[in-house]
């Protein structure tokens, strides 16, 4: 494990310092990475140590600036211009953010440039209550290898006067931005992208190199925000399964499909299965892109597709699931047990959820063998956890 940085270190301690009132994001940054990582580890240790003994954290070498994707919202000043920032917690007042520790550097100049342009071109933020103006919100998301950068606009219509103009402007202060998209939402939703995109500028997706192989990456298809820390957290679920390269294996809520191709030079065939099916076309395209013939993927919830399989009988050799913050369901679950898996590699973004699920499997017969914490997302709350069960 790589030596994390000591906030002692000067050019960390530069910055350190977040000048922003409480935006609920890096809610421990006025600790040591140390500390944070100690009460990480305790967090976990309270909820999954009754189940198996917590491996050290696999903590980042380098916290700062690690967030490949950012988002801000797009609000009213006091003095009638527009600003971008990330809502007051518990609020629909918007803290303004003109740079964040944890995220990417070119993503909040970007962002800022952005802000900077809305006010030249008089444009208005909306207005949730009174469904006026114009820029809900704004992504980017940059490829951390690739280094190719993506612009999502989101708006309430399809109406979005002087665009041209806009993203000619833009493109000519970052002419490193590879796709500009607009994004559609209507919604009266905290979900930021709408359903309906229009791409701008470029081929509306990005790519990047994960796990030695490219993905595309579309605006409403999940990616992880942290490289590094994603082909840690990967390598630990791939490695704690020890598979022999003769397995079938199911890597369910498989978004892009990044699991799927990591593991396929580990088996004998692969099933992804994801419900968005921005994802699912991503994934089938980067299979494709990376000549890997033992995959195939399946749009469809996890839940539905596993209780199909069980019932057809069919037996599986390894699971890895990886759902989202609410957990995996007991329709899940339970086809996962009847199809009797030799392991399952659980990755889990929400410790709580995952001692839940890992109580029922535990209940129905499973064994968790190891259980790794993974900082993803250094500074904030939030911890990954890798667990490996067996029968
Ligand atoms: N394993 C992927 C994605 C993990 S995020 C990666 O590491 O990149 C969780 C994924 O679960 C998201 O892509 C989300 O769209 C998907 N998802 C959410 N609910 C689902 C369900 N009921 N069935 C299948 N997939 C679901």
């Known amino acids: 494990m790589a030596k994390p940085f000591r906030n002692g270190d000067l050019r960390v301690m530069e910055q350190r310092r977040c000048t922003y009132d409480k935006c609920g994001g890096c809610m421990m940054c006025e600790k040591s990475y140390e500390q944070t990582l100690r009460e990480k580890k305790k967090y976990i240790e309270e909820l999954l140590s009754k189940f198996c003994k917590v491996n050290e954290i696999s903590s980042m070498y380098y916290p700062y600036n690690y967030r490949n994707k950012v988002h801000s919202t797009f609000g009213k000043t006091q003095k009638g211009g527009i600003t971008t920032g990330i809502y007051k ?67 309430p219509t399809e109406n979005f006067p002087s665009r041209k103009n806009f993203v000619a402007k833009l493109l000519e202060l970052h002419p490193d931005i590879t796709t500009v998209i607009q994004s559609i939402n209507p919604a009266a939703t905290s979900m930021v992208l709408g359903n309906y995109e229009k791409v701008l500028y470029g081929k509306g997706y990005i790519e990047d190199t994960l796990m030695g192989y490219t993905f595309r990456i579309s605006a409403r298809s999940f990616y992880q925000v942290n490289k590094s820390q994603t082909e840690m957290l990967y390598k630990t679920a791939i490695n704690g399964l020890g598979l022999t390269g003769k397995e079938s294996v199911i890597d369910a809520y498989c978004g892009i499909g990044t699991i799927s191709l990591a593991v396929s030079k580990n088996a004998r065939y692969v099933i992804g299965v994801e419900l968005n099916l921005e994802a699912v076309k991503d994934a089938k395209e ?31 050799d390894a699971v890895i699931m990886d759902p989202p913050r609410s957990g995996s369901t007991t329709q899940f679950m339970d086809s996962v047990v009847r199809m009797s898996p030799d392991k399952i590699a659980y990755i889990s973004c929400n410790p709580e959820t995952l001692a839940r699920d890992l109580n029922y499997f535990t209940i129905k017969g499973y064994r968790v063998k190891e259980c790794t914490p993974v900082d993803m997302f250094g500074f904030t709350k939030h911890v990954e956890v890798v667990c490996i069960l067996t029968k």
């Open 286 to 316: 980067n299979a494709k892109r990376n000549n890997i013939k033992n995959v195939s993927f399946f749009c469809d919830d996890a839940g539905d597709y596993m209780l199909e399989l069980a019932s057809e009988g069919k037996r599986i």
């Open 89 to 155: 917690e518990g609020t629909h007042e918007i803290v303004p953010i003109d740079k964040c520790l944890i995220n990417d550097k070119k993503a909040d100049e970007i962002i800022l440039t952005i802000r900077n342009l809305a006010n030249e071109f008089k444009m208005q933020a909306y207005d949730e209550d009174r469904h006026t103006g114009l820029l809900r919100h704004v992504m980017v998301r940059r490829g951390a290898s690739s280094r190719q950068i993506m612009v999502v606009l989101v708006t």
